[in-house]
């Protein structure tokens, strides 16, 4: 399975932004799908994943009452509803698939496949 996120852009602190997650190849089995960040000089960071059905949710501390992940596997897409953006939330996000629909290593970036070019989200203060 191969992902691309997009939706990025400059946005003032305080504002919105909703990234969208286009998966393609082999999409018709269960997984689990992802979104990290990677900040300039840090490492990539769990943001939020999204079980299967959809009802299963998970954030990083910092994302969460914030952040909304969601999913629509009819499109074969994922979302992720960013409000009250905060300058510490500028990084590249990137979305990611994990090929087994389970909540073990959740956040772990290392069973995730299909990383593909991230989407630059800019908060300015």
């Known amino acids: 399975v191969q992902l ?8 003032q602190a305080g504002g919105s932004l909703r990234l969208s997650c286009a998966a ?3 999409t018709g089995n269960r997984y689990t799908l992802a979104w ?3 900040a300039p000089g840090k490492e990539r960071e769990f943001v939020a994943a999204i079980r299967w059905t959809g009802d299963s949710t998970y ?3 910092s994302m969460k009452g914030r952040f909304i992940i969601s999913r629509d596997n009819v499109k074969n897409a994922m979302y992720l ?3 009250s953006l905060k300058p510490e939330d500028t ?3 990137y979305c990611a698939a994990r090929l087994l629909d389970t909540a073990a290593r959740i956040s772990d970036s290392r069973v995730y496949v299909g990383w593909g070019q991230g989407t630059l989200v800019t908060v300015s203060s």
């Open 59 to 61: 954030y990083a501390d």
């Open 91 to 93: 990084a590249v996000y």
């Open 81 to 83: 509803q960013m409000n």
């Open 36 to 38: 990290f960040r990677q």
């Open 4 to 11: 691309q996120a997009s939706g990025g852009g400059l946005v």
């Open 24 to 26: 393609s190849g082999r």
